[in-house]
């Protein structure tokens, strides 16, 4: 069993918008018994908007909350994993990411592993709402 805490607090200076300041703590469980694991994890904080910080449209007000929990189950040289996730930002628009991932992962030896993933990710902006289904493919190399 695995158990960890974080934080985090910092102030953005901007010369053409007011300046920012973020703080926010995240934590986290993890257990595994025989084959099975299960995480849950999660965050909250303030000027942290996950969804729009990237187009500079965070202010001090708004509060961010999310988790992440996965569960897997590995049988000989397969792993089947599923994971449920969903952030909420308080902000004017109320706006929400939510994530629904299940993935096989296949070992070929200690180096190689082959994976199949489908996603579905649903972002809602006020009354807007984007959702993707995704399938991926890929080979994950450890050296």
Known sequence: MGAWVGGMTQ????????DVD????????????AGFSLTGSGFTGSGLNTLLGAFGAVTDGEDATGY???GSYTIDKFRFVGSYGDTQVDNVTDDE???VAGAIFYTIND???????YNVNTITIGAAEEKTDTIAFGLIASF
């Open 11 to 18: 102030t953005s200076k901007s010369d053409n918008e007011e």
């Open 22 to 33: 973020s703080s926010g703590i995240s934590y986290g469980l993890n257990a595994k018994i």
């Open 68 to 70: 992440l929990v996965q």
């Open 97 to 99: 990411n939510q994530l």
């Open 111 to 117: 180096y190689l592993k082959l994976v199949a993933e």
